[in-house]
């Protein structure tokens, strides 16, 4: 079994964190609809959660916890998945919206996973903040959905 850390774990939200970023820019300057555009520029923005985290964290402690081990690999929220949710210029904002939601689905999974382990207490704390953080993003996503918003 290979031992992975926290940090890799880290590193393959922020992966997936990067490629969200690429795929609303293009939905953006692909789209159609003005209110898709708008959208897809506002999720964009805000789907760098995890770096914003990190920033807030003391340097030694960042360091200390990145460090951790994991005793079992969380399985990766699928990068395939991407082309799966291929979104045509002339998608609505609800098809956008159903698609942010269930990223935001894979990255909290993400996080559960490595909370369901036996961690140190700042580690759980820091994956315990980030899937409070993914779900707060749910919430606000189907919010807007449900108000018809663009």
């Given at each position: 079994m290979a031992v992975i850390t926290v940090d890799d774990v880290l590193r393959t939200a922020e992966g997936f964190e990067e490629r969200l970023v690429e795929?609303?820019?293009?939905?953006?300057?692909?789209?159609t609809r003005e209110g898709v555009r708008l959208l897809a520029d506002y999720i964009g923005r805000h789907c760098r959660r995890l770096s914003a985290a990190l920033k807030r964290l003391d340097p030694d402690e960042r360091e200390?916890?990145?460090?951790?081990?994991?005793?079992?690999?969380?399985?990766?929220?699928?990068?395939?998945?991407?082309?799966?949710?291929?979104?045509?210029p002339d998608a609505t904002a609800g098809e956008v919206l159903d698609i942010a939601i269930e990223f935001d689905e894979c990255l909290a999974e993400l996080y559960r996973q490595v909370l369901r382990q036996d961690l140190d207490r700042e580690v759980k704390d820091l994956f315990e903040s980030?899937?409070?953080?993914?779900?707060r993003d749910e919430i606000v996503l189907k919010k807007i959905k449900a108000t018809d918003y663009f």
């Open positions: 795929y609303y820019k293009a939905l953006c300057d692909n789209s200390r916890i990145c460090a951790c081990p994991i005793r079992y690999e969380p399985v990766a929220p699928d990068v395939p998945c991407f082309e799966d949710r291929d979104l045509t980030l899937v409070r953080s993914e779900e």
